[in-house]
């Protein structure tokens, strides 16, 4: 049967930065470097300035912080689910 379907789907972002060495400087370099991606991410999903072929909707959630700096390795991440809708026709 042909026609055109919407799909729907999740997609999970998760963005994370990890410092080359554990001086202050790479660990301070690392988290700027982090903070810079994240809000460079939430730009372009706010802005809608993203271009994915098909793509009519896409949706974020909030960000899910996962960063730990009490332990090596020291990783600053954070993920977030993105809703996404599209047609595909067959």
Do not use: C
Not at 4 to 19: A, Q
Not at 44 to 64: D, F, H, M, R
């Amino acid at each position: 049967m042909n026609g055109t379907y919407r799909v729907e789907h999740d997609v999970l972002l998760r963005v994370f930065v990890r410092p080359k060495n554990y001086t202050s400087e790479a660990v301070i370099s690392a988290k700027s470097t982090f903070l810079n991606l994240k809000t460079e991410i939430e730009r372009i999903l706010i802005a809608k300035q993203y271009l994915i072929e098909g793509v009519t909707s896409i949706t974020p959630t909030i960000w899910n912080t996962e960063s730990d700096e009490t332990k090596e390795p020291i990783v600053y991440q954070v993920s977030m689910v993105i809703h996404s809708i599209y047609y595909r026709s067959v």
